[in-house]
């Protein structure tokens, strides 16, 4: 995936060129590039992660009849952690910081906060590579191979939510 802070500062022309010229405008405005960036990254990720969900939501419903019966509870559970996962995604805090808040947010935090979302698209492909071994396990019909693949589904899924939950860490310059 390109990098979106590029995009987002592409040239400004003439208006630009004028208010760049206002004292601590540029900063600010630098600011704000990074922060949109990173929203439109997690709406990013939130979409591939949504898209995961609905394989695995379908992966699941093929496991309605057969030896998929006894590991839908589990794949069940797995589901709910990533729908959970897209709702942190969609609602993180984006890297604001008021004027009299303890914590001031600067421009490494912002770049850090990016690329600690940028590297959690690497978590999407984990977790689609687990819905691919589920999904072969059902179509092979091999009922002792599919609770190794559910558990490594929901193992993925849980550590990419950890991983997710240390983000504020990378806020607080924590990590």
């Known amino acids: 995936m390109t990098d979106l802070r590029d995009t987002l500062t592409g040239p400004d022309g003439w208006f630009g060129a004028i208010v760049n010229k206002i004292p601590f405008y540029k900063g600010y405005k630098d600011k704000e590039l990074r922060r949109e960036a990173d929203s439109l990254l997690r709406d990013h990720l939130a979409l591939q992660l949504s898209q995961q969900l609905s394989r695995a939501e379908d992966v699941g419903s093929q496991m309605l009849t057969g030896p998929g019966m006894m590991q839908l509870d589990d794949i069940g559970?797995?589901?709910?952690?990533?729908?959970?996962?897209?709702?942190?995604?969609?609602?993180?805090?984006?890297?604001?910081?008021?004027?009299?808040?303890?914590?001031?947010?600067?421009?490494?935090?912002?770049?850090?906060?990016?690329?600690?979302?940028?590297?959690?698209?690497?978590?999407?492909?984990?977790?689609?590579?687990?819905?691919?071994?589920?999904?072969?396990?059902?179509?092979?019909?091999?009922?002792?191979?599919?609770?190794?693949?559910?558990?490594?589904?929901?193992?993925?899924?849980?550590?990419?939510?950890?991983?997710?939950?240390?983000?504020?860490?990378?806020?607080?310059?924590?990590?």
């Open 77 to 175: 559970q797995a589901n709910t952690r990533l729908q959970t996962l897209i709702d942190k995604v969609k609602t993180a805090a984006q890297g604001y910081a008021g004027l009299l808040d303890a914590v001031k947010i600067q421009e490494e935090e912002l770049d850090l906060l990016y690329e600690f979302d940028h590297n959690m698209l690497t978590k999407v492909d984990e977790i689609g590579e687990a819905i691919e071994a589920v999904q072969a396990a059902v179509n092979s019909g091999d009922g002792e191979a599919l609770p190794a693949t559910v558990r490594r589904y929901t193992a993925t899924v849980t550590e990419a939510s950890a991983l997710f939950d240390r983000r504020k860490e990378t806020i607080l310059g924590l990590s």
